[in-house]
């Protein structure tokens, strides 16, 4: 019940427009600067250094969230593309998340995928990966259609699939040969849509990633969930399927204990490095899957 009420509390302040944009004037605040590393470029490459180091791989995400002006759209696929420019410099090892919306979906569909076809182009002249990211429901057949689209010309290009969706053993299926993330799904969705109790998005992500890996394509298992990771273990173990065909990944600054021991057993970990100055959306998100993580809020919020 106090679970259901802090999880609603926290997604209305995730959706709010106007926190959203008083917070990029705060700066990170509140304990977000567990989460998220930093909002420069440099912050986010050096984060990323620093895991390197210690045998892990990255995805950065330049945060942005409620984009309506072409001019914003535009701003956000510069910045894609500086940060590409500066992984390629740097040499450190990690690819890119994206959002379709932040690129200009919601305003025009060709100007969205002219965007990122700037995008893929500067990720394979430097070689990276890109990773288009699934948000809510309304948005997920147009990832799925965009994502296809895109991986018959860049083979440097996958997207991600909820378990919550009743839709995505299809989709699953449908996009065979395409790098995929699979996740629980963050967003709210509705019951007409999505199963609703842990144990079905649970049992549903087992299936997804039995399915995909089954398929003989690259898999990213993506879950800060240690029962679901051990039963991952034993099915890859069982069916012998090799370690270089999928990898665990977790969020930057989650469960630093459970991906270290990963590693320690050879296992391919990536962290997802989110970063920027439009960070209130995404730690709201964050506060909501897990209320234990109101702490951080809590002791960010008196440190100050
Ligand atoms: P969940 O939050 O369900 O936790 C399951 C159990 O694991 C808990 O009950 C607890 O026992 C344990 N646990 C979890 N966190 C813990 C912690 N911090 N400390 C101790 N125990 C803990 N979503 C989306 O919609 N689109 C996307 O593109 C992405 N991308 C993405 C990338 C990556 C790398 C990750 C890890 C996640 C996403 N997500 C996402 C978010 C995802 O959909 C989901 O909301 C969160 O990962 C939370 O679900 P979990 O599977 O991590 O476990």
């Not at 050096?46 to 995805?59: E, F, P, Q, S, Y």
């Not at 089954?214 to 069982?238: M, N, P, R």
Request: net charge neutral; hydrophobic share 40%.
């Amino acid at each position: 019940m106090i679970e259901t009420i802090s999880k609603n509390f926290f997604m209305s302040l995730a959706n709010n427009k106007s926190l959203n944009k008083a917070a990029k004037k705060w700066g990170l605040n509140f304990g977000a600067t567990k989460v998220v590393a930093g909002s420069t470029i440099d912050s986010a490459i050096g984060a990323v250094r620093h895991l390197n180091n210690k045998g892990i791989v990255a995805t950065l995400d330049h945060l942005g969230e409620f984009v309506f002006t072409e001019k914003e759209a535009l701003e956000a696929t510069d910045y894609c593309i500086k940060t590409l420019e500066a992984i390629g410099l740097s040499g450190v090892k990690t690819g890119l998340s994206i959002k379709i919306t932040q690129l200009g979906l919601d305003i025009d569909r060709n100007f969205c995928i002219n965007n990122i076809k700037r995008i893929l182009e500067t990720a394979k002249r430097h070689d990276l990966f890109v990773r288009i990211d699934m948000e809510d429901y309304s948005h997920c057949q147009d990832t799925i259609d965009i994502t296809k689209m895109f991986h018959e010309s860049y083979q440097n290009v996958g997207t991600v699939i909820q378990s919550y969706l009743f839709r995505s053993l299809d989709d699953v299926k449908d996009l065979k040969g395409i790098p995929l993330r699979i996740v629980k799904g963050a967003y709210k969705e509705s019951p007409e849509v999505a199963y609703q109790e842990k144990k079905d998005i649970d049992e549903n992500y087992l299936n997804l990633v039995k399915e995909h890996l089954l398929g003989g394509t690259y898999t990213a298992i993506a879950s800060h969930d240690h029962i679901l990771i051990e039963k991952v273990k034993q099915f890859v173990q069982e069916n012998n399927i090799p370690k270089n065909l999928f990898e665990f990944q977790m969020l930057y600054g989650f469960r630093r204990t459970l991906w270290e021991s990963l590693v320690s057993e050879g296992y391919k970990m990536r962290i997802y490095v989110p970063f920027g100055n439009d960070w209130f959306g995404y730690y709201m998100r964050r506060l909501a899957e897990r209320p234990q993580n109101v702490s951080f809020a809590f002791k960010g919020f008196f440190s100050k």
